[in-house]
């Protein structure tokens, strides 16, 4: 509605106001193209969806500290950076915490900000934490993890990708383990396995593409900041399925799915990525949900990799830029599946926590 009233607005700008003068619409052109240029850009900057809409999702709820006895606190901290904590032992996925500016990561090299990772360190109260896990290594997922394991002693668990990035960090070997898919890795009471997965489908902006290139589809050799976005490569796609006691946890950070591999999980709540879900044809989404959500049939399914993450942390989360997502449709597609098989559904804002089981 917005792009259509300011579309309005350029036409009466541009348009002469007297038949006489349609012969001076030549001279009118550069204006007209300048316009189209900041109608295109306030549109595809613009958030993809209002977080109004959907403002019963959010738990909107103070919990008491310490943690419940049994109970598994959830923080969510933007993109896929989901802190578990049940009360002894932390870990988190991914923990990217700098969120460099859409300006700076498109024609700029990017860099953790310490004072940054710091700030959300204390505010989130990341005093226990034990284990990073990273899902790829794309720089909205690993490129803080280096730093967040150096401020916290925290062990880097990844890819050889991921691996590389903590050895750019000046992690030491010791700090660091490789994935080994399938293998559960005991930290606290938390039992973690990790399961081989497969990223959100490419895409193009601007002729640019995220896509792996097959003859380079790891990071080879240590990867040392500042650096160029396109640097950080994928280096392969992983889930995390978390066992505490008799509950149970999927986090999947990405759109994608690999046919069959969950077969054998059922989990009491699921961290599902939606990023770019309805820009997927009907038969992706409907296989993705049918693969994801009626397979391991969660009791509460937790949207992530929906917001803006060229915003900072410091600020409310918003929906990711039409640019590139459309969080609306996103939510309109799972709201409607999950109300079918009576899944609940809730959001969490930036720092937002929920008490699971």
């Known amino acids: 509605m917005v792009c259509q009233r300011f579309l309005i607005l350029l036409i009466f700008i541009v348009m002469p106001t007297k038949p006489s003068l349609y012969q001076k619409l030549n001279q009118s052109l550069p204006k007209l193209f300048f316009l189209l240029i900041l109608f295109c850009s306030h549109c595809a900057f613009r958030p993809s969806g209002n977080l109004g809409h959907y403002n019963s999702y959010f738990p909107h709820e103070n919990l008491p500290n310490p943690i419940p006895k049994g109970k598994i606190r959830a923080t969510f901290l933007g993109t896929t950076s989901i802190l578990l904590d049940d009360g002894e032992t932390q870990i988190i996925t991914d923990a990217f915490f700098s969120r460099p500016s859409l300006w700076k990561t498109a024609f700029s090299k990017i860099e953790s900000d310490p004072s940054t990772v710091q700030s959300v360190i204390t505010k989130a109260k990341i005093d226990r934490l034990r284990a ?26 990844g890819s050889s990708s991921t691996l590389n990035v903590g050895l ?89 799915f690999v046919e069959g591999a969950l077969d054998k999980i059922q989990v009491d ?11 997927q044809p009907v038969s992706f989404q409907d296989t993705f949900y049918k693969q994801t959500v009626q397979t391991t049939k969660p009791k509460l399914l937790i949207p992530i990799h929906w917001d803006n993450f060229f915003k900072p942390l410091s600020e409310p989360l918003e929906p990711n830029l039409q640019l590139g997502d459309d969080f609306e449709s996103n939510m309109k597609y799972i709201l409607k599946q999950t109300e079918k098989d009576k899944v609940e559904v809730q959001l969490l804002q930036g720092f937002e926590t929920i008490d699971l089981f």
């Open 132 to 157: 990073i896990f990273v899902c790829h290594s794309h720089y909205d997922h690993v490129m803080d993890a280096p730093l967040v394991a150096k401020q916290t002693k925290a062990k880097l668990f």
């Open 168 to 256: 750019g960090g000046d992690l030491s070997p010791n700090q660091m383990e490789k994935f080994q898919p399938g293998k559960p890795v005991q930290i606290g009471k938390f039992t973690i396995t990790v399961l081989e997965s497969k990223h959100t489908p490419p895409f193009r902006i601007f002729g640019k593409t995220n896509a792996t290139d097959p003859n380079h589809p790891n990071i080879e050799s240590p990867l040392s900041q500042p650096i160029k976005a396109t640097d950080y490569i994928e280096g392969g796609t992983f889930d995390f399925f978390i066992q505490h006691g008799k509950n149970k946890i999927l986090i999947k950070s990405s759109t994608n």
């Open 269 to 279: 709540v699921l961290f599902l990525g939606i990023a770019q879900l309805s820009l």
